[in-house]
């Protein structure tokens, strides 16, 4: 359904998008905890929050994109919600980094008050902004075209990781050498902040202008209809249901990744940072690629089963790095950063292309277009199960002599492990058998 270019206009719209969100999650906690000073339980309860209207925005938005007349909108019925949204959340993440601006160092309740605020901004306008877009794609793409557009749009969200991370390891470090808020690191924050807002704001505009939205006919919405219908799907539900308890896991890992990059790996200085960034950059190209790959040989269900599988190994190691004779720790380090990278990355290559094959089979069967339901419904349970996440992540960064971070990989994998057994209840390749018998050769007479 898509040229070339078109996938790829569609696909490097998340680049902005994901340098923000990047930085949020992996540097919004620290930040708060370490450079503006307020308790580390806060930070935990301050980013939750961001994750609870998250959840309940991009549902609401993703429902009203649906119900929307696109008679009576000349920006479009999904277009109409990027175009205003791509500002907002540029403005939002812009106030999210600037407390130090309007609030003194020894007022850390009010910069918690502020991290609420503008972290659940952030959120609610990422909501309204992804969302549609992400409803978006099962309207202008086919089937068997999904894997390789989520491949674009993940390659477009490692790069702009990889951006994310190095941004944030240079501001974690130069805080860490001088002990304040100094002026080279707080114009930084600034200046970045900006730019990066800018960049995010940018990247929609190929896609806008080169990408024409499907003409859905108007069809007037019952929510609660939507929703029951919905959730009659017993593929999705169960999609719902584990990854929601997975994510507990991971955002546990994000949030308190830089205190284990300084603290347990002893990465302390920019240099030894940044090519450490680099490598795990290199490393989820290469699990991207990999999972590409045995995703259409074999299907995304038993593409992630081997990546669960692997991270379940894999993730518990934690307490040995650095107890392993003979080996040098920052050797353990890497060791261990590239197996989890590439075991985890299965999970963040298939979730567009299963929500958008979950949304277009139900279209097919009952000739309504509920992308944005599909795609809005998951934050709610999803974000909740974030929001848990940095609420332990808050309590086990104030643990003593860093036992938070030694024990960090099995308490996450606590959550992968209960999420297992539910995920392999679903099925998540409804198109599967149909693009394998498009596949075999008619044999002539």
């Known amino acids: 359904m898509l040229t070339l270019s078109q996938k790829i206009s569609y696909g490097i719209c998340r680049f902005g998008t994901s340098i923000l969100l990047n930085i949020v999650t992996v540097f919004t906690f620290w930040a708060y905890k370490d450079i503006f000073a307020i308790p580390a339980e806060l930070s935990g309860i301050g980013n939750a929050v ?8 991009g549902f609401i938005f993703g429902y009203v994109s649906d119900a929307m007349d696109p008679a009576k909108r000349k920006l479009g019925r999904r277009k109409f919600f990027i175009w205003i949204g791509a500002p907002l959340l540029a403005f939002s993440f812009v ?8 609030i003194s160092a020894e007022h850390s309740m009010m910069r918690f008050v502020w991290l609420m605020i503008w972290n659940s901004m952030f959120h609610i306008f990422y909501g309204f902004l992804l969302t549609p877009f992400q409803a978006w794609m099962p309207e202008i793409t086919s089937a ?19 951006i994310g991370a190095g941004y944030t390891l240079i501001i974690a470090q130069y805080y860490t050498q001088t002990g304040n808020l100094d002026s080279r690191t707080g114009i930084l924050m600034i200046v970045f902040a900006i730019l990066f807002g800018v960049v995010e704001v940018l990247f929609f505009l190929p896609a806008l202008l080169k990408i024409k939205e499907k003409k859905v006919p108007f069809v007037k919405r019952n929510l609660k209809e ?15 249901i584990s990854f929601s308890i997975m994510w507990v896991g991971v955002i546990i890992i994000t949030a308190m990744i830089l205190d284990f990059i300084n603290i347990i790996l002893g990465l302390d200085t920019i240099q030894k940072t940044l090519v ?64 989890a990278v590439i075991g ?54 104030s643990w003593k002599d860093d036992l938070g971070l030694t024990w960090l990989g099995p308490i996450a994998i606590i959550f ?10 679903g099925n998540y390749d409804p198109f599967l058998k149909q693009e394998k018998e498009q596949e075999v050769p008619v044999k002539a007479e």
């Open 416 to 425: 992968i492990v209960v999420a297992f057994p539910i995920f392999l209840l």
């Open 95 to 102: 106030m999210l980094f600037t407390p130090h601006l309007f």
């Open 226 to 240: 939507e929703v029951s219908i919905t959730l009659r799907n017993r593929n999705y539900v169960i999609y719902m």
């Open 344 to 397: 985890t990355s299965a999970a963040f290559l298939f979730g567009y292309a299963i929500i958008s094959d979950f949304a277009d089979k139900d279209e097919q069967e009952t000739s309504q277009n509920r992308a944005g339901v599909y795609t809005g419904f998951k934050n709610i349970p999803i974000n909740i199960g974030q929001a848990a996440g940095y609420i332990i992540a808050g309590f086990l960064a």
């Open 144 to 162: 068997d075209e999904r894997i390789n557009v989520s491949a674009i749009q993940n390659i477009s969200n490692i790069t702009a990781s990889l």
């Open 50 to 57: 961001g994750k609870i209207a998250i959840a309940f925005s």
């Open 276 to 339: 450490f960034a680099v490598v795990m950059f290199l490393a989820l190209v290469v699990g991207f690629t990999l999972w590409t790959v045995i995703g259409n040989k074999i299907g995304k269900k038993k593409s992630l089963i081997i990546g669960f599988a692997w991270s379940m190994i894999w993730m518990p190691l934690t307490p040995a790095i650095g107890r392993i004779p003979f080996i040098p720790l920052i050797v353990q380090g890497y060791i261990f950063g590239i197996g």
